[in-house]
């Protein structure tokens, strides 16, 4: 870890987030045009970039989570951040053998035969040492780096004050975005990972679930040599899905090793419980014998019941071409804003799922992401916070299924696999159902029903959009006033303290405490209506 002292590190985030305000704030208070925006918000996201890779730890992990933000960041900033690897240099191995003596309570010779000296992988938390236990059986060894909880409980000290200042004093991104709800879950994930015994928990979690599923691998582990700190797990060798080479020699075809990765990933994005939250191609691999390897658990997220059964809908609904029923599933799940048109979303879904392969092979996929990006941006749509590693989860293996198969239709792969899960859930006849209701006879009446509802449903989004801009506007206007009267109130200070006049520093005290107290007592309201309001979205 580069920078390990506690103030260094809380000191150089601290003035990176204080300069980048300040930019936001100037270029706002000067009505800067859009082309100049883009401009700041790269210059924002090299910045930021450089100083995650200067400080390490959490920060490399954060930088990581804000990429899967397109629909909130602006495109600039995430080019700057979307390529971010979590690839840190190895600790000293003096320091690993004593955490390792520590957690066993015993010389490393009583359990192995051998450890390897240079670590096999190296992350911001965690290293991995391949090693040789008395019985002969290979292992890998995850360790915790060294003072790393230490480190990082400081980076959370350091973001909690950067939080609550964005919170209370940078305007408000699309969609009210609820800073504190980030920073929460950002917290719970990272503080999982920092506990080995709760990885340990999962990694026997999943071998249960898929004991019958002989297309998946699932190390091992050994929990008598496993502590918090410690993780010991059978090795695994396996082919990485960016190797064309090795996966030539298998003689299972791409296409082939596509659905089985769907086959893995699809259960845990529809069924409630956990899922693999970090799918990335170093963490799954593919065996000689053909089957899909899954390592490192670290990093998991959980699904309702509620929203498991919305997603479902939502996947049969898109395999069926019932657009109008997608989208009233993204509206429950909460992915479309009360202002979305539910006929704009429907085309939008109907040309995206009509996009062909040979067309994506023709296209500038950097240009068509960042077209996406904006298109994000410019529509009422947002991704809920509970949703951003289940996302994460699905554009990465969706990623890994276009280098495996590029030839072949995301949806003709998808299709197949979700048919035969359906029917292992006893749900095969709700698909049947969901493609009669697309057919042109079912269209019609729809749009028919839709027609006559619809100066209703206009007049009460009509009616609560004016509502609600009209509450969040008097919250913002009282705020920038009491601010403004803060200022004030501290400018009279400073005058009454240089002109010795007790008079002008005893109102200006009262001044500023009043507005300062006012301010803070707005803004609570506020965020208590937002939490009301737009439950749902978090």
Known sequence: MKTRNKLTRTRKLLFMSFIIFLQIYWYKIRRKPKDKWEIL?????????????????????????????????????????????????????IEIKEILEKEWGNSLNKNFISIEKTAIASASIGEVYKGVLQDGTEVAIKVKRPNIDSVIQTDFRTLSIIIWFADHFVPMPKGFINFKVLFKELKQVIERELDYSKELDTILFFRERFKDMNVVQIPSVYPELSTPNVLVMEWVEGIKLTDMKGLNLLTESREELAKRLFKVFLPQWLEPGIFHADPHPGNVLISKEGKIILLDFGMVGEISKQDAAYFQGLIQSILSKNYPKA?????????????????????????????????????????????????????????????VFLGRSFVTIEGIIRNLAPDSELIDLLKPVFIEWLGKQGNKWSFVWQWIQSQPIFKIFHSVMEFLDAPQKLELLKEIEQRRQFQF???????????????????????????????????????????????????YKQRKWMKYMHEKRR
């Open 41 to 93: 918000w790269g210059e924002i996201g090299e910045r930021f970039r450089k100083t995650l890779f200067e400080l390490e730890g959490l920060l490399i992990k954060i930088g990581q989570f804000l990429s899967t933000r397109a629909d909130l960041l602006p495109s600039a900033f995430i080019h700057q951040i979307e390529d971010l690897t979590d690839h840190v240099p190895p600790s000293n191995w």
């Open 327 to 387: 989208v009233d599933c993204l509206i429950h799940l909460g992915f479309l804003q009360p202002e979305a048109e539910s006929r704009t979303i429907e085309r939008l879904l109907a040309e995206l799922i009509a996009i062909q392969p040979s067309q994506l092979k023709e296209m500038d996929i950097f240009a068509l992401k960042m077209e996406m990006n904006d298109l994000l941006q410019a529509l009422p749509i947002q991704v809920p916070t509970r949703f």
């Open 473 to 523: 506007t008097i919250y913002e206007n009282h705020k920038k006033q009491l601010f403004q009267l803060t200022l004030i109130g501290f400018t009279g200070i400073v005058v009454g303290i240089y002109t010795v006049s007790s008079f002008i520093w005893q109102i200006s005290c009262g001044v500023t405490v009043v507005s300062f107290v006012g301010y803070f007592i707005c803004s």
